[in-house]
């Protein structure tokens, strides 16, 4: 509030300050001064500062300054800049370049008229010229935060310079500047020097100028041959359409150098062309170029079309010499999946030329691209192992292998623990994987960690030893996959005698018989070579000698392309089958894939996708047998996901229990290899009490399978011997008994999660709401909050809308998650409903109805005689089990 005071006590510790030494005491007081004198006398102040030695100081009134600066301040300032020195200009030039960024002072600074002898513009200008480097780049950077256009003829002169240190200041300015320098780079490479020149092109280039394309050329033509090295590289930027024939024209009279950076600019010039318009362009263009059409071959690999890699290969096939090694490189340089194939003929074929090493290096980076699965990159890569030459080729192929994180892959990684040349990459590979999928367990994966750890050799392997020690004692217990076939023998399979009905009627003795003349057939059809199982195309399926209940198995095919009619499958629980075949073979409906329960006719047969690899390459299967469910991912790609499979040899029987699993013959040569199999721990099928059974009850769910049922059995799922409805599935519907019942008793068992809403249809048909169209007796997580205001018909057990739940039900319940015991007696018009051993609801539907139904609602199917039980879903989670049913007469 005292100003004069507050001044001089600031000009007091200023001098203090200044006697002392202490140069930010002296700038803080500064900042004093000004923010306590008159505005009027601001400006006065600040150039008085600029009078200063200290650049700290300086600085600080500038600092000041930005806050209120007007265009007189600009003024006062730009006038100190002709006769300052270096210092000052450069701070100064810096203190308007930062002002200039602002949108508030940037048109004052930009339209700065200063009334004496020079022009704000001028002054700024003539500091590029100034021999001290600072000024120069203070300058420059100004006048590029100011962006007005009349700058960049005075910025593009920098380029003429004979200092480097001042060309690359001019290109880097006009490479931020925001306005069109094209005109002027141009016209200044015309007469630089060649650091100029090159500057200018690549500033041409970086600008895409393609209408000063013939500076450029003009470079090529005239320059020294750094200038004309950095022209052929700029042309690729700036050609266009209407340059197709003239860059074909130098590509076909370059010299070596300057081949690739015309081909470039081919590419380029042919790129706003439709695609398949570049390759017929290309094409014309490599008739009229005879001996020279091996120039094109890397014009085409650019445009990744079909025919393109066809004339490629075809000219690499047909080429010696440098047409040969053109096409090469072409392919080399193909960016789709496409060219992989050919990649690996080519290591195959010619294993000692110079095209092995990087045409499998290729071919290894093009199969590892993480777009595809974790199953096809390790197919791809084994082929690659394969035919690895050096120990270099396969540590990087283990590398790759690992990145699939696949249990296979994991398996096959182990292979090469013993190999001490690749050993370590083997390790990490297998180390890597097993760490990174804690649901791989069994005795092959802790035998495999347990050698990892004897073998691991690097800085780091202490602490890997003690990864995988805590990783093998929380790895569950248990055998986990187990290989069915050994890679030598047929040891663990047998031949096939007849189907699983037939082979339970036979007699010990006749069934053995049976068997002897199965193997000796299976022998001939069937045979190992090169750890590989064969099935020639003559004989029957082959069968594990082992039975099978709920498993996961992993298993490899490929089909022969020879034939006839690639075709086989593999039988679960001996039972046909999971399809596999040639895609090709539409006349049978083939296209739809491999994968799909093929002999299902309720329930789907189809695979959801093909996902098929192309005949002839390996394939690779992981099924999933959970009760008649099964789930199949081919390649990585989920096709069947937990589907019934049907009983084929008895439609009217489910799916059998524990069987064989059978590898199909189906007259064509297939091979397989990598069979394992894992046991899943199999709920006991839930069995009638005696007393049920001698009272007439059957059993319609055990557990094992749905075979009673009907309707949607996707999210009504088999789930650990229950029946789960999932309703994240979003399938819809509700699931039914295929029969119809009239009067019955019905028990089960219920679990609910918490606000859980199901119930049960009763003599209902399958379309419509049972609730009307049958009656529904509910269930329901009454005591949830959520449900605090429903009525008593809407209470569990209640016959929903007509005969309310007892007001005492409540006790009856345990709490959501546990286990309810629930039976429904429905006998004529009378309906009761006992949960845990007390009855909650009882009463007669007739005489309930008498005076009209309680929720004032139409119940037309509320007397049917019979119609089928449902369980009617809600949107939530529910688990049923143990449910079985007597008629009553």
Same mark, same amino acid.
């Given at each position: 509030?005292?100003?004069?005071?507050?001044?001089?006590?600031?000009? *007091?510790?200023?001098? &203090? =300050?200044? +006697?002392?030494?202490?140069?930010?005491? !002296?700038? @803080? /007081? $500064?900042?004093?001064?000004?923010?306590?004198?008159?505005?009027?006398?601001?400006? *006065?102040?600040?150039? &008085? =500062?600029? +009078?200063?030695?200290?650049?700290?100081? !300086?600085? @600080? /009134? $500038?600092?000041?300054?930005?806050?209120?600066?007007?265009?007189?301040?600009?003024?006062?300032?730009?006038?100190?800049?002709? +006769?300052?020195?270096?210092?000052?200009?450069?701070?100064?030039?810096?203190?308007?370049?930062?002002?200039?960024?602002?949108?508030?002072?940037?048109?004052?600074?930009?339209?700065?008229?200063?009334?004496?002898?020079?022009?704000?513009?001028?002054?700024?200008?003539?500091?590029?010229?100034?021999?001290?480097?600072?000024?120069?780049?203070?300058?420059?950077?100004?006048?590029?935060?100011?962006?007005?256009?009349?700058?960049?003829?005075?910025?593009?002169?920098?380029?003429?310079?004979?200092?480097?240190?001042?060309?690359?200041?001019?290109?880097?300015?006009?490479?931020?500047?925001?306005?069109?320098?094209?005109?002027?780079?141009?016209?200044?490479?015309?007469?630089?020097?060649?650091?100029?020149?090159?500057?200018?092109?690549?500033?041409?280039?970086?600008?895409?100028?393609?209408?000063?394309?013939?500076?450029?050329?003009?470079?090529?033509?005239?320059?020294?041959?750094?200038?004309?090295?950095?022209?052929?590289?700029?042309?690729?930027?700036?050609?266009?359409?209407?340059?197709?024939?003239?860059?074909?024209?130098?590509?076909?009279?370059?010299?070596?150098?300057?081949?690739?950076?015309?081909?470039?600019?081919?590419?380029?010039?042919l790129s706003s062309l439709p695609v398949a318009d570049r390759v017929e362009t290309v094409k014309r263009r490599m008739l009229q170029a005879g001996n020279n059409d091996y120039l094109y071959y890397l014009v085409l690999s650019s445009t990744g079309q079909p025919d393109a890699l066809a004339t490629i290969v075809k000219g690499f096939r047909s080429s010696t010499g440098a047409k040969r090694d053109a096409a090469f490189e072409a392919l080399l340089n193909w960016k789709g999946i496409e060219v992989a194939d050919e990649l690996y003929m080519i290591c195959k074929e010619s294993p000692s030329s110079n095209y092995f090493d990087p045409a499998l290096t290729t071919y290894v980076k093009l199969v590892s691209n993480p777009a595809f699965t974790g199953e096809n990159r390790l197919l791809s890569l084994r082929k690659a192992m394969e035919i690895a030459k050096t120990d270099a080729q396969k540590i990087a192929i283990l590398q790759q292998i690992e990145n699939t994180g696949t249990f296979l892959g994991m398996l096959y990684a182990g292979e090469f623990l013993d190999q001490k040349p690749v050993q370590q990459a083997a390790a990490n590979a297998v180390m890597n994987i097993a760490l990174g999928n804690k649901e791989y367990m069994g005795a092959n994966v802790r035998a495999l960690?347990?050698?990892?750890?004897?073998?691991?050799?690097?800085?780091?392997?202490?602490?890997?030893?003690?990864?995988?020690?805590?990783?093998?004692?929380?790895?569950?217990?248990?055998?986990?996959?187990?290989?069915?076939?050994?890679?030598?023998?047929?040891?663990?399979?047998?031949?096939?005698?007849?189907?699983?009905?037939?082979?339970?009627?036979?007699?010990?003795?006749?069934?053995?018989?049976?068997?002897?003349?199965?193997?000796?057939?299976?022998?001939?059809?069937?045979?190992?070579?090169?750890?590989?199982?064969?099935?020639?195309?003559?004989?029957?399926?082959?069968?594990?000698?082992?039975?099978?209940?709920?498993?996961?198995?992993?298993?490899?095919?490929?089909?022969?392309?020879?034939?006839?009619?690639?075709?086989?499958?593999?039988?679960?629980?001996?039972?046909?089958?999971?399809?596999?075949?040639?895609?090709?073979?539409?006349?049978?409906?083939?296209?739809?894939?491999?994968?799909?329960?093929?002999?299902?006719?309720?329930?789907?047969?189809?695979?959801?996708?093909?996902?098929?690899?192309?005949?002839?390459?390996?394939?690779?299967?992981?099924?999933?047998?959970?009760?008649?469910?099964?789930t199949v991912v081919l390649n990585g790609e989920k096709v069947v996901d937990d589907v019934i499979l049907e009983n084929y040899w008895d439609r009217k029987l489910p799916i059998f229990p524990v069987e064989q699993i059978e590898l199909q013959a189906h007259g064509s040569k297939v091979y397989y290899r990598n069979i394992y199999v894992k046991e899943l721990e199999r709920k006991e099928p839930f069995k009638l009490s005696a007393e049920e059974e001698k009272e007439g009850f059957k059993v319609l769910f055990d557990g094992t399978n749905m075979h009673e049922w009907t309707g949607n059995t996707v999210d009504y799922t088999l789930e650990d011997g229950c029946i789960s409805m999932i309703p994240s599935k979003s399938y819809g519907g509700n699931l039914y008994t295929k029969d119809e019942y009239g009067n019955f008793v019905y028990r089960f068992e219920f679990q609910l999660t918490p606000g859980a809403n199901n119930g049960v249809g009763i003599r209902t048909p399958m379309e419509g709401d049972a609730a009307y169209v049958g009656m529904e007796i509910q269930i329901l997580d009454c005591e949830h909050p959520i449900y605090k205001d429903i009525t008593p018909l809407q209470h569990h057990g209640s016959v929903y809308g007509i005969i309310p739940a007892k007001a005492e039900h409540h006790s009856a319940f345990k709490p959501a998650g546990e286990w309810n015991y629930e039976e429904i007696v429905a006998n004529g018009d009378n309906i009761k409903v006992t949960v845990n051993g007390v009855v909650i609801m009882e009463g007669n539907i007739r005489e309930a109805t008498k005076n009209g139904t309680a929720d004032h609602k139409e119940h037309p199917g509320l007397f049917n005689k019979k119609g089928h039980i449902g369980f009617l879903g809600h949107g939530s989670p529910v688990k049923f089990r143990n449910i079985r049913i007597k008629e009553l007469k």
């Open positions: 509030s005292d100003r004069d005071a507050v001044m001089k006590a600031a000009k *007091k510790l200023q001098k &203090a =300050a200044a +006697k002392a030494g202490q140069e930010q005491t !002296r700038e @803080a /007081a $500064l900042q004093i001064l000004l923010a306590a004198e008159e505005p009027a006398k601001v400006s *006065k102040m600040v150039i &008085a =500062a600029m +009078k200063d030695p200290s650049k700290n100081y !300086r600085n @600080a /009134a $500038l600092s000041y300054a930005s806050g209120f600066a007007d265009k007189e301040l600009y003024i006062e300032l730009m006038k100190m800049v002709p +006769k300052a020195k270096p210092e000052l200009k450069i701070d100064i030039l810096n203190w308007i370049g930062r002002e200039a960024k602002k949108p508030v002072k940037h048109d004052i600074i930009q339209n700065l008229e200063i009334r004496f002898d020079l022009p704000a513009k001028q002054i700024l200008l003539e500091q590029l010229g100034d021999v001290n480097f600072d000024v120069k780049q203070a300058a420059t950077w100004t006048l590029v935060k100011i962006g007005d256009k009349s700058y960049i003829p005075s910025l593009a002169e920098l380029l003429k310079s004979d200092d480097k240190q001042v060309v690359l200041l001019g290109q880097d300015a006009l490479a931020a500047f925001p306005g069109d320098i094209d005109g002027a780079v141009a016209k200044a490479v015309s007469s630089a020097a060649n650091a100029g020149k090159i500057a200018g092109l690549e500033l041409l280039a970086m600008r895409k100028a393609t209408a000063n394309i013939n500076t450029v050329l003009d470079q090529i033509q005239i320059g020294s041959p750094e200038v004309k090295a950095a022209a052929y590289v700029a042309l690729k930027d700036v050609v266009g359409e209407r340059d197709i024939t003239n860059m074909c024209g130098m590509l076909e009279t370059a010299d070596a150098l300057a081949v690739p950076p015309m081909q470039r600019a081919v590419i380029s010039a960690l347990n050698k990892v750890m004897e073998v691991l050799d690097n800085p780091d392997a202490g602490y890997q030893k003690e990864a995988i020690k805590k990783h093998l004692a929380e790895m569950p217990q248990g055998e986990g996959f187990v290989s069915l076939f050994n890679g030598k023998d047929l040891t663990g399979w047998k031949g096939l005698v007849q189907n699983p009905i037939a082979r339970a009627k036979m007699k010990p003795g006749q069934l053995a018989k049976e068997q002897a003349k199965a193997d000796e057939v299976m022998r001939k059809g069937w045979s190992v070579e090169d750890g590989m199982l064969i099935f020639n195309g003559k004989g029957d399926n082959l069968c594990t000698e082992k039975q099978y209940g709920d498993f996961e198995m992993y298993v490899d095919w490929m089909l022969d392309p020879a034939g006839p009619e690639a075709d086989a499958g593999i039988y679960l629980r001996g039972t046909p089958q999971v399809q596999i075949w040639d895609t090709s073979r539409v006349n049978v409906g083939a296209q739809v894939g491999s994968g799909g329960l093929y002999n299902n006719q309720v329930n789907e047969s189809k695979p959801t996708k093909v996902a098929d690899n192309k005949l002839g390459e390996w394939n690779s299967f992981y099924i999933k047998m959970v009760g008649d469910r099964v």
